[in-house]
């Protein structure tokens, strides 16, 4: 046995020139198992990360091309005549008619005869007439009322109050402690004529909802 010889090798291997034998050692490939298992999980997350982000984005996208949306050209306003009875057709059912309502016309100006000739109007559209004289409230020799006028009201006649407002348009509500629901329609300076019968029923008609087109075909 040379000394040469590698120990444990009892002397199965020589050693001749200057070769020695090289002991070779088996790779673990464990570490290389676990690398491709952490690759492989990094690219399944990132992928289901794209899919949602995509699917989400598409959704959205959907959701708003399914909004609903107003066609053609918006409903004109309800101008019905106005019915014999004086109530509007089409005004909301909580709203008393005409024929139910007492209106005092009172003249807050210096032109003779108008609270008259106002009175005469509505009794035509069939409001019922209470007192026609001059404005009780203005004192002697004071300036006439400025603007169209005044509705004077109670609490129980909010809602008739409303009634005539609609005919006569532009006129400034106010609110007394009376408790009947009677109604004081005040003539002013710039008051000129009631609103058309047509136009009372349109402020009086309820808004109609604006037609809704149909929905895309991808919804």
């Excluded at 999980?41 to 989400?56: F, K």
């Excluded at 109530?87 to 909580?94: F, Y």
């Excluded at 003539?187 to 019968?197: K, R, Y």
Aim: hydrophobic share 40%; charged share 15%.
């Amino acid at each position: 046995m040379s000394m040469l010889t590698p120990r444990g090798m009892r002397g199965q291997y020589k050693i001749t020139g200057k070769l020695y034998p090289r002991m070779t050692r088996r790779r673990r490939k464990w570490p290389v198992i676990v690398a491709c298992l952490v690759a492989l999980a990094v690219l399944s997350t990132g992928a289901w990360a794209v899919y949602h982000y995509t699917a989400d984005d598409k959704n959205n996208s959907a959701g708003k091309q399914c909004t609903p949306k107003p066609s053609g050209s918006p409903t004109p306003p309800n101008t019905q005549p106005v019915a014999q009875t004086g109530a509007p057709v089409g005004a909301p059912a909580d709203l008393p008619a005409a024929n139910t309502i007492k209106v005092n016309v009172y003249n807050a100006t210096d032109r003779t005869g108008l609270a008259k000739t106002v009175a005469d109007e509505l009794k035509a559209r069939g409001f019922v007439i209470g007192t026609v004289a001059n404005d009780p409230l203005r004192q002697p020799k004071s300036p006439v009322m400025p603007g169209p006028g005044q509705i004077r009201a109670g609490v129980p006649g909010k809602s008739p109050s409303s009634v005539v407002g609609a005919h006569a348009a532009g006129m400034q509500p106010v609110e007394d402690a009376r408790t009947d629901a009677s109604v004081d329609l005040v003539l002013g300076e710039t008051f000129q004529a009631l609103a058309t019968p047509d136009a009372a029923a349109a402020a009086l008609a309820p808004a109609a909802p604006a037609p809704v087109g149909p929905a895309p075909a991808n919804c």
